[in-house]
């Protein structure tokens, strides 16, 4: 059974920084393009990094230069540093494949910017 854990998401100031940990169980994580999404109320979840499986980062343009995707296949680990954060950062994120069809959507963990 797939399970994607999130954690790391809390409060924080703007300018500040977190780093976000996703754990994947009951997959072969070396083998996925992966990639971090977030959802923000209203709004519908978007795409905010990805990562492929040789480690080539790509980035949403509002938040290039300030997140760094990365990975530790060999703890099945996927990571999203997040610095210069903004209010407009906050959201829940997620983790997940780069590509349809998805796993099963983890809980996601909560990123509240603000002052």
Known sequence: QVQLVE????????????RLSC???GIILRIYNMAWYR??????R???AAITTGGTPNYADSVKGRFTI???NAKSTVYLQMNTLKPEDAAV???NKQQWPYHAWGQGTRVTVSS
Not at 7 to 18: A, T
Not at 39 to 44: C, L, S, T, V, Y
Request: proline letters at 7%; glycine letters at 20%.
């Open 23 to 25: 754990a994947a169980s």
């Open 46 to 48: 978007e795409l905010v």
């Open 39 to 44: 959802q923000a109320p209203g709004k519908e």
């Open 7 to 18: 954690s790391g998401g809390g409060l924080v100031q703007p300018g500040g920084s977190l």
């Open 93 to 95: 994120y997620y983790c």
């Open 70 to 72: 990365s990975r530790d």
